[in-house]
């Protein structure tokens, strides 16, 4: 097929078609090789960049772009120069982008400038849009986008600190602003000390709401959002809280029931709308930005936007170099250890049996410092990276890799901690079987009067177990989610 279609185009048979069929082709890697070993330096496709027919000037244009064919840059930037059918002139600049921008920069940034400045008119819109955003991907690329320094560190701020419900009020009593309250999110508070509030662990997001003079809801349409967001005051914010000035690049996250397609396409409208009424001092980069303009939908499809920025240094979690399918966030496994906290034991010997890549491991050990711990788990690659993380925490842990059942050792445990797995692909049966095993091979290894700290979704197989074994008790039982029946559950050895 793919030899057939190349045949077609030298014949320039059908041109368009083969083009388009072509470009389908190379979306797999085997194939785009292939063609790139037949397109060499683009002779054959470079007429096409000015052939009589617009989409067969796109589709070659497209071709030549996701071939990289670096050698054609030079008459894709000719082509652009010439090209007056305005759908064709993004996709020769995408095709500059992925092939050799750099000589043309000065000429681009120019375009670029005049674009911006000129006023469009309404037929033009959707694709003159279009080639401004190409253009500007191009020369962020290239370096063009100023970093931004966080410098507000004592500017008075609402914020939002995002946790999961049952954690809230565990979040709340963790923030010395004097203005706080609950929030369906997890914590809002009025602060004016952001050293503060990233040294605490337990808040998954910081974000600020933004306030919009009027409410949107989500099918008002993309415009009125995009007009609402740029009368918010998002500009001065951002100037308030950065040394450098705008533009600022965001990308939109929107929170709620929208297909992945009509997500797209409504935020990109959106996203225009802003960065016109902004003058460009908001510039939408999904692929380069800095912070995320967050859009939640209520039941009554009401916009809340809050906003994230990237700019602020976290380094709670800057340990967490690796991560496995099944690992726990970390701000909820210091939730987990925050709330357990009365129930810890300083200087603990502790036991994770199925450590994943260390996370449980690290942040106990960040709540109350530990005298020996150990992590097991099933899978070499799980351990691996275990390894890294706690490197990286400063942190002395020792590794094996085992199936739990099978350890054994001299010592008994103070503590025995384990983000439990989630049944998966086990049957019921041979989950049961293995909460069995787990109860067994912890009594065996517990110290009396230690404890097990278990996060489970499987309630009825934990206390089965403990029925089973008399000789535990459960301490605490927390709903940590009761959408999808998450525990926590603390069980001491009594005998």
């Known amino acids: 097929m793919t030899d057939r279609l190349w045949e077609q185009i030298k014949r320039q048979e059908d041109v368009r078609a083969a083009l388009s069929a072509l470009r389908e082709e190379i979306k797999e890697e085997s194939k785009r090789r292939h063609v790139k070993e037949l397109a060499g330096e683009g002779a054959d496709l470079i007429p096409f960049l000015s052939w009589g027919d617009a989409k067969a000037r796109k589709n070659a244009a497209a071709l030549i772009g996701g071939l990289s064919i670096e050698h054609a840059a030079e008459a894709i930037y000719s082509a652009y120069q010439n090209e007056q059918t305005l759908f064709v002139r993004p996709v020769l600049l995408k095709a500059l982008g992925q092939t050799d921008p750099y000589p043309y920069l000065q000429e681009l940034r ?205 380094e709670r979690f ?20 925050a709330l357990c906290r009365p129930y810890l034991k300083k200087n603990a010997q502790i036991l994770d049996p199925c450590c994943g890549a260390g996370t449980m491991l690290v942040e106990r050990h960040k709540i109350l410092p530990a005298r020996e711990i150990y992590g097991i788990d099933i899978f070499g690659e799980a351990v691996a990276k275990a390894k890294e993380n706690v490197k990286a925490a400063g942190m002395h842990v020792n590794f094996i890799n085992r199936d739990y059942l099978d350890f054994k050792h001299s010592c008994p445990f103070d503590e025995i901690i384990a983000n439990l797995p989630i049944r998966g692909k086990r049957t019921k049966e041979e989950q049961d079987a293995f909460y069995r095993g787990f109860f067994d091979k912890s009594q065996e290894l517990l110290a009396l009067g230690g404890i097990m700290l278990l996060y489970s979704n499987e309630n009825g197989f934990v206390k089965k177990q403990l029925r089973l074994h008399p000789a535990f008790g459960l301490r605490m039982e927390y709903p940590v989610s009761k959408q999808d029946s998450f525990y926590v559950y603390v069980i001491e050895k009594y005998k």
């Open 110 to 314: 120019e375009q670029y400038d005049l674009l911006c400045s000129r006023e469009i008119r309404e037929e033009e819109k959707k694709h003159i849009r279009e080639e401004i955003r190409v253009l500007g991907q191009i020369l962020r690329k290239e370096g063009e986008a100023a970093r931004h320094t966080f410098t507000g560190w004592n500017q008075k701020a609402a914020v939002l600190l995002t946790a999961r419900p049952a954690f809230a009020e565990l979040l709340s009593g963790q923030i010395a602003a004097g203005r706080k309250q609950i929030h369906p999110l997890g914590v809002q508070a009025v602060t004016e000390d952001f050293r503060e509030i990233i040294k605490i662990r337990t808040f998954r997001d910081l974000l600020f709401p933004i306030r919009l003079a009027e409410k949107v809801r989500y099918c008002d349409g993309p415009e009125a959002l995009g007009n609402a967001l740029a009368d918010a005051k998002l500009v001065s914010l951002l100037e308030r809280f950065h040394k450098e000035p705008a533009p600022f690049y965001f990308r939109f996250d929107l929170k709620g029931g929208v297909s992945l397609e009509e997500r797209s396409r409504y935020l990109k409208r959106a996203a225009y709308v802003l960065e016109e009424k902004s003058a460009r001092k908001l510039i939408n980069a999904p692929e380069d930005y800095e912070y995320e303009l967050r859009l939640i939908l209520d039941k009554t499809e009401n916009i809340h936007v809050f906003l994230k920025m990237f700019t602020i240094p976290m």
């Open 318 to 337: 800057s340990y967490r170099k690796e991560t496995v399918a099944a690992s726990i966030h970390p701000s909820l496994a210091a939730s987990l250890f």
